[in-house]
């Protein structure tokens, strides 16, 4: 039994995507691991027909048909939500419904068996002709792994425009994991939906996909790290295009738009002692089992959950501590951590190259100035962007490490 490999069933959604999407398709071809078998879901909402201002994306979208329609030596199944009477009759329109068609298409599949995979794609991705082996070998070696959350990078481009904008946004990212890493929170990976593995006894096992407009792969993957443990570390990684995009409401394209504009209000860099303060909070969840501890943190998820009795309903609920603190776990997850950060930062002052420097400068300084990355004035908006990627690039690391350390602990 052991010498079955399985079947790799790539979730791709498709909105408005002629142009990247042959690179894509290029790089499935490529594959070394032949075992696969591609869905494309090409979408957009049906009313967009009548629309002047959206019908071009319509006729992309049946571009799209015709080269998915055309391609040879590669397995697809199309859902066609594009084509006029076809196309997404509900305000759930979006890439979550997309995603969540697809899954849905491929967990019901009558060839589809448990232990097989699916892919979480974006028709902007590409990726080494071993990906699809390194996610099977993976999975291979943990068995009980309910997903992965792949490594990713986004690489540069010729447009340095392009390139301040997304290295702002990845630094926002991998200084966040880091963070969560860092204080030992079970919530500590980046959701892109070009960059998820599960296999499909997983996918079944939590009742699928929740489809939201924008978003879906943040809560899909706190729903399987719920459920289970998830694979941080990966030996190959994916690569998304660097662009500035629309197509959801956020998400890296719109930040990238944003930020352009300098808008990063919504992705700052929190200072790092917020982190501290949750994790002052995790430390306490042992002590709450027995009775309730005042605590900025506590005080304010009671507050959140318009509960002054959470923990004593949690109590109530699991009779051992360790249960206990599995429990606040689950209550106090990756979307509560964040919006305790977002709370909080708003009482901070100090802006986020501060934030980042005096993070670098207490946990880093050596290996900060050992990779020449100068720190004195940095800046978002005038730094070079050699010097941010240099700053993008020591937080890929950084994160690298523990996510390879994440291995380790892992249990089969």
């Not at 699916?118 to 070998?137: C, K, P, Q, R, W």
């Not at 929740?210 to 993957?221: H, I, M, P, Q």
Request: net charge positive.
């Amino acid at each position: 039994m052991s010498d079955i490999k399985p079947k790799i069933y790539i979730s791709l959604p498709v909105f408005n995507e002629i142009e990247c999407l042959p690179k894509t398709i290029n790089s499935i071809r490529r594959q070394s691991y032949s075992n696969f078998e591609l869905f494309v879901c090409v979408n957009q909402p049906d009313e967009w027909w009548d629309d002047i201002e959206k019908r071009y994306i319509c006729e992309n979208n049946q571009k799209t048909l015709c080269y998915l329609s055309s391609l040879k030596n590669i397995p697809v199944t199309i859902i066609d939500k594009t084509s006029k009477g076809n196309g997404w009759k509900t305000k759930k329109a979006g890439v979550g419904l997309a995603r969540k068609t697809l899954m849905y298409a491929i967990s019901n599949y009558r060839q589809t068996k448990k232990d097989d995979i699916i892919l979480s794609l974006d028709a902007d991705t590409v990726f080494s002709e071993n990906y699809f082996l390194s996610v099977v070998e993976n999975f291979k070696a943990h068995k009980k792994a309910v997903a992965m959350s792949v490594p990713y990078y986004h690489r540069l481009t010729e447009n340095n425009v392009v390139n301040r904008a997304m290295l702002r946004y990845e630094i926002y990212m991998r200084y966040y994991s880091i963070n969560l890493w860092r204080i030992g929170s079970p919530y500590s990976f980046t959701a892109l939906g070009s960059a998820i593995a599960l296999p499909v006894w997983a996918y079944n096992a939590i009742g699928g996909m929740t489809a939201k407009k924008s978003g879906e792969d943040f809560y899909f993957l706190q729903k399987l790290r719920k459920y289970g443990n998830i694979l941080f570390w990966n030996k190959e990684k994916v690569y998304p295009c660097s662009r500035f995009s629309d197509r959801v409401i956020f998400g890296t394209g719109p930040a990238m738009i944003k930020g352009n504009l300098s808008d990063w209000k919504s992705y700052p860099i929190y200072n790092f002692f917020l982190f501290d303060e949750i994790k002052s909070l995790y430390d306490l969840f042992p002590a709450l089992f027995y009775k309730d501890v005042d605590n900025p943190g506590t005080n304010f998820f009671c507050d959140k959950f318009k509960d002054i009795y959470l923990w004593q309903n949690i109590r109530d609920n699991y009779k051992d501590e360790k249960h206990f603190v599995r429990a606040c776990h689950t209550k106090i997850d990756g979307l509560r951590i964040l919006q305790y950060l977002k709370s909080r930062q708003k009482e901070e002052k100090r802006t986020d190259e501060k934030n980042l420097t005096e993070f670098l400068y207490n946990f880093y300084n050596i290996e900060t100035k050992k990779s020449d990355i100068d720190l004195s004035n940095l800046s978002f908006k005038n730094s070079s962007v050699q010097m941010l990627n240099s700053i993008r690039n020591f937080l890929f690391k950084k994160e690298e490490e523990y996510q390879k350390l994440s291995v380790n602990s892992f249990k089969v």
